[in-house]
């Protein structure tokens, strides 16, 4: 049984991995048109959000959370795919990579928005909120993946037995 371990775990890994492809393919797209849509992506939402915020304060929550610090936390939510998928596709020793590739991209898509969109926003928050996303979404693929891994691969294939009574 313990000779059976070893492939398992090569095709569950094998199998997230072909996954994650398919994910980040439709997350890139989906990253693509959020980042060059030629108007902010919360023009629309704007007023629904200043009104909770608003709505927020007038009940306790502190006044620094305002629309940038929301915006802010919006960019970091947008990028944890991009360390979560990078470290699962590089691999845990390679997760910097991931990191890497995410300020790579944050740096070219504010660059794109800078010269080519003139009604968006190209600022270097975006970049520091994007990559520390990235870095973010890394850190947690980089514990899950070591609480998977740490699992004794025998208990891939066979049930663990109880302990005895007494």
Partial sequence: MDAL??????????TLRRA????????????????????????????SITRTLAFLHAHGVPQWLD?????????????????????VLLGSARWWMAVLAGFAASSLIEVGQLVFLPDRFATPLDVLANTAGTALGALLALAVLAVVTARSPRSLVEPVAPPPAG
């Avoid at 980040?24 to 007023?47: E, K, N, Q, S």
């Avoid at 610090?69 to 960019?75: G, H, L, P």
């Fill in 5 to 14: 371990a070893p492939a398992v775990a090569e095709r569950r890994h094998a």
């Fill in 20 to 47: 994650a492809r398919w994910l980040t393919a439709g997350y890139l797209l989906a990253l693509t048109l959020i980042a060059f849509w030629p108007t902010p992506v919360d023009r629309g939402a704007a007023g």
């Fill in 67 to 87: 629309y940038p610090a929301v915006e802010f936390t919006a960019n970091i939510a947008l990028f944890l795919p991009v360390g979560l998928l990078g470290v």
